[in-house]
């Protein structure tokens, strides 16, 4: 799953440096940036659920807004953890699952994100991709006992000017019990 996403971003990567040159916003992820090429062309990412919901052992409800997310419980028990994500936002937000004791712990590179690639190796858990502001989406994530940081890691342009989802406090955390 991670290397057809990887994939994704690349060949996306090269739509966006094909269509920007070398202009220095090149490297930032745009709206849509791990979604298919098509749909990163056309600016719009549409949910797109991760896991069955279903089967799922526990429910959070997690509401995204400019800019945070906040969920309806801080602690679950261990298990298969839906996230019902609500964007009540304008702008498209995405969740990030990451096993970590808190947003602080996450390696932040020089583009205002947090690194993907720097996270200690299988801490990333999973992600509900980004998705439009007034929808839902739900990712459903095999939850062990730790603490986890939920956290969104948009970088969008509102007026112009870059905002970094993540470093405006977009993130909070989730402990699941044993
Ligand atoms: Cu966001």
Redesign the pocket.
Known sequence: MRIRLLTAAVLTSAVVLAACGNDDGADVRQIGGEVSGSQAASGTAECTPIGDFATADTTVNAT?D??SVTLDTEAVTTGAVHIAAENI?D????ILVVEAGSPDDLPVGADNRVSEDDLPDGSLIGEIE?FPGGQTCDGTFDLDPGTYVLF???V?SPGGIEVS??MEG?ATTLTVTG
């Open positions: 995204l400019e800019y936002g702008e498209p937000h995405e980004a969104c890691n948009l969008t989802h993540f977009m």
